[in-house]
Structures are given as C-alpha cells and as structure tokens.
C-alpha cells in the first residue's frame, strides 16, 4: 500500500508550515520538490560531524567527507544503473550538465553544418546551449514536431536524423508530461549514426531509469527535483565518450599536472568537476537517493499515474470546455504534469486565485517559449505532483478554479 | 495578508474587460515597440505618434497590442488614458509618481511630481502588496519609455 498520509509526515515543510493558519498544498515538484527529514538531517548532521574538504587533505576528517560526498555518486549510479559510479557528473544542476554537454563534447565534435535534432518540447535548457553553439559555429538545428495531443510526431524521423550528429530529448516534458519512447528514440539515433542525449530531469525523479536499457550516450538531471538539495545536478555519460572530451570548465581539482606551459586532465569524473564541489548537497543527495529507493521508484510511478488518471478526470469533469488540458489523454505515457487554461484566464490571474487557497502552481512558459508557441498559447498555468500528493490535492486545486471564476466575473 | 479585493479592484477589471485603445497603428508614422517580461512571458506592443520635439511634443495616438494577465493589460489601458494628447512633460511627471508608488527604487522626483494626479491609475496601489505582480503593472510604462525615446530620437 503506497501510503501517502506516512509519506507527507516526513515533510516538514508539507506538515508544519502554514499560510493563514491552512497547510499548504503543493503542485509545483515540476519546478522543484520539497525535502524529507532524512535529507535535511543527513545534511546538517555531516555539517555537524563529517565536513571537511575532499581530495585535498590527507588527514582522517577529510578522507571521511571524501566518501560521504563519494557516496553520493554512487547512490545515483544505483538508482540510473549506470555501469560506473565514475561516468557520474556532478554539476550545478541540469542546465549545467546540458552544457558541457554542448560546450565540452560539442565544441569538440561539431562543425560549421552538422545537424544536431531536438523535439519542439524542449525546456530552454536543451534548446539555449545548441543555439549558442550555432551561433557559435553554424550548426544546424532540426526539431520533432508535435502531434495534437502532444506527443512526439516521428512520421519523419529519419528524415529529420539524416546527417545528424545528435539527437537531445526530454524522456519527460516540464510542460505536457509526455513521456516519448525514449529507448526507441536512442536506438534510432544510433542508426542514423548520432550521438543519443537524454535531458532525464522530469524522468528520473517519477519512474524506474535504466540508462543502459536506453543505452543512451549522455543523461541529465537534477537533485533538486527528486527530494535531494539544490545546487547539485548529475551528468552521466559513457565512459569512453567522456574519455575522449575535453574538459569544460577549468581550475582545481579537473588536473592531473600544471606547469607554466600548459596542464593535464584528471581521469573522469574529477576530469569536470573544477573547483570545490557542492559537498554536504552530495550527501544530502545520497540521503534523497535511498529515501526514494525505500519507497520504491517502480510505486511511486504507479501512484503517480493513479493521481494522473484523477486529476485529468476531475479537472475535464468538473469544467469541461472552460479547461484545456495540454498533452496526452493515455498516463502509459504521461507523467502527473497538467499545464492548462482555463476559460479566458490569464495564467497570472489563475495562479495568484489560487495562491490566495494555499494552492502551489506554476504560471507562465515554464521555460519552453518554443514549445508554448507551438500550443498557441503565450502562457499556461502548470499544476505538477509528486509522491506526496493525493487526491485532496486535487480537490483543492479544483475548488480554487470554481472561486476564479466568482473573481472575474467571466 | 493583503486579500484579493485589494488587487482585483473593480475598476482594474473594466480596464481588463474592455481594454480603452487597442489596436494597431500605421508604421510609419508611428513608432512601434515591443516589451515583455520574460519571468511569465507577457507582451505589450505600443503603438505611438507624437506631434512636436522634446518635452513639448504632445502624444497625438497611442495604442496597445499584446497579451497579459489583467494586472498588465489593465495598466496598460488605464495608461493610454493617461497619456492620449499629453505634453511628454507631464507624461514623464505621471510615469516618475507612477514608479514611486510602485515602489520602484531610485526615481528622481521632481519638485512639482507631488501636484501630479494619477487618476484612475491610483487604483493599481494594491499591487505594491503583491511583489511579484510590480513586472505587470510597469510593463507597459517601460515600454512605452522606450517608445517615447525611438519617436523623439528618430534614427535618420
Ligand atoms: C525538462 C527539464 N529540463 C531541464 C531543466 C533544468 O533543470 P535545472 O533548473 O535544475 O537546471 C528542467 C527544470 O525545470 C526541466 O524541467
């Protein structure tokens, strides 16, 4: 039994934190998730006990918050089934690892009319780092359309990976919660002899991952989205890919020699990871890791396409024509993201509605400009759930858009 | 807590139900310019012909393009109110109270700002309570800055 009341109790923030005197009901995971008590202990009590620098000093205290910050890495290395903990990244966050994608391997490997293709419901941080790239050094980029329920249209996929040298996706959109067959589209990749990137921020947080099933070549994500701290995001990438880059950024830590002539890498990952990293995030992100495995990622996709199913239902019941619901219909192949308008609604004046009810959600482009254009829209409102989230949840966001309504009048 | 009723006041409505001075305007004459407030994706276009040189010319047509949320798009109505067949002086005198009382830092007031009456505008006060809403309600101020510096410094 996935038992939401037990899972929210670990929150503190979902439990005690009240706004006129009413709990909070949170539908912005999307953008980022809240904290369990394990995270935020894990990471005060290393602070408290552990934390030194790492792979700097030789004495015991810092060996010790080498492993704990080492311990991380391979806590996601478990959770993706990556082959190594060694081909796990750290970085900033997503965005971050999406650029040294594109700078690092990028730089190295494209040239003035190579192809790179990606899907027309990319977040900016899939989209941004090629176009500097192009601007760069004339690139060329291809998208994936849409169908009218917002999955990808892949009628001309090998037309469009003619020549190309990359294909960089979103196993999950921020926006549509489409997910695409991303196996599939690695494989086809493959074929047309491109390199498969998988923006995996929406995914890994909500679903079993299994980057050798993929077998993707790189993938991206955050911890901030999957309970862990922010300031830390994971790059992982085969590894004789990664072997083969150049650095991305330099400084400490990323060498193997400095002379005044010129320096050597360190082995991968050290290889791009300059500087001090965000040390007592990586354990909280360990902590994060095996709070999610505890519960079980394989429950907590269930779970979510169980609420998913609801709230599409309830939502389309309780407004029908006044609400469109962008992407698909099908929760095989959507996770639990509802961007939406609602009657003639500006998403500004919908969100501040319900914020007035406590009711957490996002309005605006969500970081796909692109994308939004193709919806023919300039905004939505976007309600996302996570593992914390139930049905009342819903309700709420429901009884919030009936008092919108009294609001304007309409 | 600020409550709703001091955001949505019924006169923010009307604007936002029936925009005053939407619309188009022939380029040239006019001057044509875009904003937009990248945190949520709102555009206003203004639309402006001006009549004279400097702080003298007067404001002959205005219009508003673009979508928003009510906050913008009612501040954007009640503005062209403000300004159709205004001396740019005074327009300049309206947009300095109008910033200050949204609290918007490091406006040079002049000495006679304080005589200046923001009418109807005053009704956008309750904004202040909502930071976030501030990008919305000076959106189209700012863009029509912009669109009073392109139609008094025209490019030759
Ligand atoms: C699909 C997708 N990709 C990338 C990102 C960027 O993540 P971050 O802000 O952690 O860099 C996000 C976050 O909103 C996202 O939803």
């Given at each position: 039994?996935?038992?939401?009341a037990q899972?929210r ?6 439990t005690?934190?009240?706004i006129?005197s009413e ?5 912005d995971?999307g ?6 008590r ?11 006990t ?9 004495y015991?205290l ?24 060694d081909?796990?990244v750290?970085?900033?966050n ?14 190295a490997?494209?040239?003035t009319?190579d192809v790179?293709?990606?899907?027309e419901?990319e ?5 941004v ?7 760069e ?6 998208w994936?359309?849409?169908?009218p ?9 090998d037309?469009?990976?003619d020549?190309?040298k990359?294909?960089s996706?979103t196993?999950?959109s921020?926006?549509?919660?489409t ?15 491109a390199l498969?990137?998988v923006d995996?921020c929406?995914f890994v947080?909500?679903n ?6 993929w077998?993707?070549?790189?993938v ?6 999957m ?16 072997d083969?880059?150049?650095p ?7 060498i193997?020699?400095?002379t ?10 050290a290889?791009?990871?300059?500087g001090?990293p965000?040390?007592?995030e990586a ?7 095996e ?7 394989a429950n ?11 709230a599409?239902d309830?939502l389309?019941h309780?407004?029908g ?13 959507r996770g639990?993201?509802?961007?939406f ?6 998403p500004?004046d919908?969100?501040?509605?319900l914020?007035?009810?406590?009711v957490?959600?996002?309005?605006g482009?969500h ?5 939004m254009?193709?919806?023919g829209?300039n905004a939505?409102?976007?309600a996302s759930v ?5 049905e009342?949840d ?6 919030g858009l009936d008092g919108?309504?009294?609001i304007?009048?309409? | ?7 949505y006041?019924e ?13 188009e305007?022939?380029t ?7 904003g937009?407030n990248?945190?949520c ?10 009549d ?16 928003g949320c009510?906050i913008?798009q ?6 062209t109110?403000?300004?159709m ?10 947009m ?8 918007i830092d490091?406006i040079e ?8 009456d ?5 009704a ?5 309570k ?6 919305c309600?000076v959106?189209s ?5 912009n669109?009073l ?5 025209p490019?030759?």
């Amino acid at each position: 039994m996935f038992d939401v009341a037990q899972i929210r109790s670990e929150f503190p923030l979902l439990t005690d934190r009240t706004i006129d005197s009413e709990r909070l009901v949170y539908l912005d995971s999307g953008n980022t998730s809240q904290k369990p008590r394990r995270v935020i202990d894990a990471m005060s009590s290393f602070m408290e006990t552990s934390y030194a620098p790492i792979n700097r000093s030789s004495y015991r205290l810092a060996g010790e918050a080498t492993e704990a910050y080492e311990a991380g890495r391979t806590a996601i290395a478990r959770l993706v089934n990556a082959p190594s903990a060694d081909e796990v990244v750290f970085t900033k966050n997503a965005s971050e690892a999406m650029n040294l994608v594109a700078m690092a391997w990028g730089r190295a490997n494209l040239a003035t009319g190579d192809v790179v293709v990606l899907t027309e419901m990319e977040h900016h941080a899939n989209i941004v780092p090629w176009q500097m790239l192009a601007q760069e050094r004339g690139i060329e980029i291809r998208w994936i359309g849409l169908t009218p329920d917002g999955q990808l249209d892949l009628s001309n996929l090998d037309e469009l990976l003619d020549r190309a040298k990359v294909l960089s996706f979103t196993a999950m959109s921020n926006v549509l919660g489409t997910i695409p067959p991303t196996k599939k589209l690695c494989a086809a990749a493959h074929a047309a002899g491109a390199l498969a990137i998988v923006d995996a921020c929406q995914f890994v947080p909500h679903n079993v991952t299994d980057v050798q099933d993929w077998n993707a070549d790189f993938v991206a994500f955050s911890s901030h989205k999957m309970c862990g701290p922010s300031g830390i995001g994971m790059l992982w990438g085969k590894m004789e890919i990664l072997d083969a880059m150049p650095p991305f950024m330099g400084g400490g830590n990323m060498i193997d020699t400095v002379t005044f002539d010129g320096f050597t890498t360190a082995p991968v990952p050290a290889k791009f990871e300059p500087g001090t990293p965000a040390i007592t995030e990586a354990v909280g992100l360990a902590a994060a890791v095996e709070f999610l495995e505890d519960i079980g990622m394989a429950n907590i996709r269930q779970h979510e396409m169980a609420l998913t199913r609801y709230a599409l239902d309830t939502l389309n019941h309780r407004f029908g024509d006044d609400i469109t619901i962008y992407g698909p219909d099908n929760v095989e192949v959507r996770g639990g993201v509802f961007s939406f308008t609602f009657r003639d609604l500006h998403p500004h004046d919908v969100s501040q509605v319900l914020d007035e009810k406590n009711v957490c959600v996002r309005a605006g482009h969500h970081c796909a400009k692109p994308l939004m254009k193709t919806l023919g829209v300039n905004a939505t409102t976007r309600a996302s759930v996570y593992l914390y989230n139930d049905e009342s949840d819903i309700d709420a966001l429901a009884d919030g858009l009936d008092g919108a309504t009294d609001i304007f009048g309409l | 807590m600020p409550g709703l009723e001091d955001l949505y006041r019924e006169i923010i409505l009307d604007h936002y139900r029936t925009p005053r001075n939407r619309g188009e305007l022939e380029t040239p004459p006019a001057v044509k310019i875009d904003g937009h407030n990248p945190l949520c994706g709102d555009e206003i276009t203004v639309y402006l012909t001006v009549d004279g040189t400097g702080d003298d010319a007067v404001v002959t047509d205005i219009k508003i393009g673009g979508q928003g949320c009510s906050i913008s798009q009612s501040s954007a109505s009640m503005m062209t109110k403000a300004v159709m067949g205004k001396p740019v002086s005074e327009i300049n005198a309206v947009m300095r109270r109008f910033k200050t009382m949204m609290g918007i830092d490091g406006i040079e007031m002049a000495d006679a700002d304080s005589e200046v009456d923001l009418g109807e505008l005053e009704a956008l006060q309750g904004v202040v309570k909502f930071p976030v809403r501030i990008k919305c309600a000076v959106l189209s101020w700012n863009t029509l800055s912009n669109a009073l510096d392109a139609a008094l410094n025209p490019v030759e």
